[in-house]
């Protein structure tokens, strides 16, 4: 079995917190909040833009990458389901397991960090009573030693969009590095005009049939959550091209492996052969696109 620890850094956790705001300067008339934003990153790109500023030190290798979300979920996941607090993976994540739903290696191997969802209740919960806490895991073999910080947005009890600045509304981050999973909450913003209409602070929006009953089932080795309607779900999201399409992202789909594999990378010589190849006319019938069975889904 994994091995769960929490740490609470108490005051001198809030005051690192505090450090890393940069939320202004003080004036005549009192401080001046010039940057809002909670969550900082060493950069803005697809690569810099998925590390926390804090723990960030160098761009890590795409072994390196893959092997921490791997922990990374697995950690976050077990931790959720001991404290008997509800999520459930989501967008990219989700997406993931639909394609690799039943093999261990679930992950898109290109992502660059994790997405789960909660709802309102439950980031409430988080906020008040496990706000900057870090958690030591360890793998059931023990081979293993990984720690985490679980940063809860100082702007998550405000669930309208805002400036757009903290639509994140906390983080499960590896302290090595500053890879992380981002953590939204969803609730029913307007339950007067919009009942049981569900929205996060990035114009997500679902219906409490779309998200519950949760659905039971595995992802990278460890139990998790799904959304009930998972599939409608991403097809509003990403379209169907999204579970048909078998290469993306310098990857293609295995049918034999059940998994994305890495394109290698060729030559200037197989670049310039296959461009002369596609000049050419071709009549050949196109051929069926392959299309995973489905995944598991354990109720």
């Known amino acids: ?54 723990y960030f030190h160098g761009v890590v290798s795409y072994g390196e990458r893959a092997d921490t979300l791997r922990y990374m979920i697995r950690a976050y996941l077990d931790f959720f389901r001991k404290e008997g607090l509800e999520t459930w993976i989501s967008h990219g994540t989700l997406l993931g397991w639909w394609w690799n739903g039943q093999f261990p290696l679930q992950m898109l191997p290109w992502d660059w960090d994790l997405d789960t969802q909660v709802s309102g209740t439950t980031l409430a919960h988080l906020a008040k009573t496990l706000n900057y806490t870090t958690h030591t895991y360890t793998s059931p073999d023990r081979l293993v030693s990984r720690n985490y910080l679980l940063d809860i947005n100082l702007w998550s009890r405000e669930r309208e969009r805002g400036d757009g600045m903290n639509i994140i509304d906390a983080r499960w981050i590896d302290v090595r590095n500053g890879l992380y999973v981002d953590i ?45 309607a998972y599939g409608r779900i991403l097809i509003d999201e990403y ?54 069975s489905g995944p598991e889904v354990l109720q």
């Open 1 to 54: 079995m994994p091995v769960l620890e929490t740490t609470d850094f108490g005051d001198e956790g809030a005051k690192v917190r505090d450090e890393v705001q940069e939320l202004g300067e003080e004036t005549e008339e009192g401080p001046q909040i010039t940057d809002t934003k909670y969550f900082h990153e060493p950069g803005g790109d697809d690569i810099l833009g998925h590390y926390d500023k804090r």
């Open 184 to 228: 939204t909450g969803l609730s029913e913003t307007h339950p007067d005009v919009q009942p049981g209409v569900w929205t996060c602070k990035n114009y997500h929006r679902y219906r409490t049939s779309d998200l519950y009953p949760l659905r039971d089932s595995v992802f990278e080795g460890v139990r998790a959550k799904i959304p009930y």
């Open 239 to 292: 379209r169907e091209q999204a579970l048909i399409d078998t290469e993306y992202e310098g990857h293609s789909w295995s049918q034999d492996r059940r998994e994305w594999v890495k394109i290698p990378e060729r030559s200037t010589t197989e670049l310039e052969t296959d461009t002369a190849k596609r000049l050419e006319p071709d009549h050949r019938p196109l051929p069926r696109p392959i299309t995973p």
